[in-house]
C-alpha cells in the first residue's frame, strides 16, 4: 500500500489522494484549486488512463472538479460516489465545464486582440458528459466490493447533500489495514443536513482540516441576525443582494429566507 498527497496538502482546495494497493492504482477525489495558487499542487505520479477508480467524497468543485481534466487525460474507470453525490455533480461539473469554457472564450476576445495565443479550456461540457458516465452511485453505509482485496463504505459527512467519509478497507499479504478518508466534515444541528456519523476505527486517518485552527465559538442566531438586516435595509427603502454561491449554504440561505416569510418576521414590503 502506498499513498501519496497530490493535493489540498498544506492548503485548502484541490483535494486529491493517490493510492496504490493490491496491484490497482485509485484516487480518491480529483478537485479544483480555488482561489490565489499559493502552492501548486503535485501532479499525479501515473497517466490519467492507468487510474483504476476514483472514490469522491463529495460534489464540491475543490473535490470533485477535476474529473472531467481525468477523462479528457484518458481515465475510464469507475467513479465511486454517493448516488446524491452523482446527481449533484449532474449539475456541478456540467457548469464547471461551462465556466472553463465561458472564461476561455473571454480571454481568447482578450488574446486576439492583443495578437496572443489562443486559450484552451482547462476542459469542456463534453469531458464533464464522459466523467459523468463514469460515475457509480451507492447509498451510505453498505459495505461495496471494489475489487480483489479493495472494498469501501460510505458513511454520512454531514457537510453537503450526499457528502461522505469514505472507509477504505485494504487486504494485502494476508494484512488488513482501514483508512478512513474523512472528506469535509459538517457541524451539528444544521438545518438540512444530518449530523455527522462517527467512524470509531481506522488504521489510518487523512482528514480535512479547514477550520482546524479556529473556534467557531457560541452559534449566532442566523434567522434573526438575517431578518433584522433584511428589515433594516427595507426600512431605509434599500435591496438585500446576497452573492451566495456555494452549494450548500444557497440552500441554507433559502431555507432562512422561507422560514423568515413563513413567520413573518420581516414586515412592511
Ligand atoms: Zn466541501
Known amino acids: 500500500m502506498k499513498l501519496t498527497f497530490c493535493g489540498a496538502a498544506h492548503e485548502v482546495t484541490g483535494s486529491a489522494y493517490f493510492l496504490e494497493a493490491c496491484g490497482k492504482k485509485m484516487l480518491i477525489d480529483y478537485g479544483l484549486e480555488q482561489g ?3 502552492y501548486e499542487s ?5 497517466g490519467a488512463s492507468e487510474i483504476d477508480y476514483v472514490f469522491l467524497t463529495h460534489a464540491h468543485i475543490d473535490h470533485s472538479g477535476k474529473l472531467p481534466l481525468l477523462c479528457a487525460q484518458g481515465f475510464s474507470g469507475t467513479i465511486f460516489a454517493t448516488k446524491a453525490t452523482q446527481n449533484l455533480c449532474n449539475i456541478m461539473l456540467r457548469d464547471s465545464a461551462h465556466i ?7 480571454k481568447n476576445i482578450k488574446a486576439k486582440r492583443a495578437g496572443k495565443e489562443e486559450v484552451l479550456p482547462l ?3 463534453d469531458d464533464a458528459v464522459a466523467a459523468l458516465a463514469c460515475f457509480e452511485g451507492h447509498p451510505y453505509n453498505s459495505m461495496i466490493d471494489v475489487a480483489d482485496g479493495i472494498q469501501i463504505r460510505f458513511v454520512d459527512a454531514g457537510h453537503l447533500l450526499g457528502s461522505s467519509s469514505i472507509e477504505v478497507f485494504l487486504t494485502e499479504n494476508g494484512i488488513s ?3 478512513v478518508f474523512s472528506g469535509d466534515i459538517g457541524n451539528t444541528e444544521q438545518p438540512l443536513i444530518n449530523d455527522p456519523s462517527y467512524i470509531t476505527s481506522a488504521d489510518y486517518v487523512i482528514t480535512e482540516s479547514t477550520y482546524g485552527d479556529r473556534a467557531h465559538g457560541a452559534r449566532p442566531e442566523y434567522v434573526k441576525s438575517l431578518a433584522s438586516i433584511i428589515q433594516k435595509t427595507f426600512d431605509r427603502g434599500g435591496n438585500v443582494v446576497i452573492p451566495s454561491f456555494a452549494v450548500g449554504r444557497t440552500q441554507e440561505m433559502l431555507y432562512f429566507l422561507r422560514q423568515i416569510k413563513e413567520e413573518g418576521l420581516v414586515t412592511g414590503r
Open 36 to 38: 490565489a495558487d499559493i
Open 42 to 46: 503535485g501532479e499525479l505520479p501515473v
Open 100 to 106: 472553463q469554457e465561458f472564461e476561455a472564450n473571454w
Open 123 to 125: 476542459y469542456t461540457i
Open 177 to 179: 489495514k482501514k483508512l
